[in-house]
């Protein structure tokens, strides 16, 4: 037993640290609750995450197919248009689309793309 333990203990050591530092690369995906979101930016993160999330980082400045909007209502102008980051303009390239992005106006409704810009709000 205590021999098993000895031969043991530095595999278990190692375990825990590719475990350990594994966490750090993949981060654990937060919940809405975590992220402190209320009913209506939640309900905006579910339509992000069906329709968006696939070429847009939310919460990195990494590039997907497109830029990220990590902080998108936090900058001045929009990275791409060089307009007002506000929610018309943002409204806009959701309904209309903008170069590889599609529009989004037959997919969505008025109340979903309010709710998506809620939650872009909270990046
Ligand atoms: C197929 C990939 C794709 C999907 C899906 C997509 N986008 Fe985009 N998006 C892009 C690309 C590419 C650009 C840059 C367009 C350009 O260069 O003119 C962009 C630009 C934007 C911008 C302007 C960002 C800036 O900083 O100027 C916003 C806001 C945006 N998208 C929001 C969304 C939202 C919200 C959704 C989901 C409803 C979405 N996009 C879905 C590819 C996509």
Known sequence: MLLLDEISFPFVLILLVIFV???????????DA??????????????????????HEPYSA???K??????????EYLSVSGMPANDQHAADIIRFGR??????SQELTQQQIDDLLAYLHTL
């Not at 530092?21 to 919940?31: A, L, P, Q």
Request: charged share 30%; aromatic share 8%; with cysteine.
């Open 62 to 64: 990494r590039k997907r």
């Open 34 to 55: 975590e992220l402190g979101l209320n009913p209506q930016q939640a309900s905006g993160r579910h339509i992000y995450d069906q329709y968006c999330d696939r070429c």
């Open 99 to 104: 170069d590889k992005m599609p529009g989004y």
């Open 66 to 75: 497109g830029p990220s909007l990590q902080g998108v209502f936090h900058r």
């Open 21 to 31: 530092t594994s966490g750090c690369e993949v981060e654990r995906r937060k919940s």
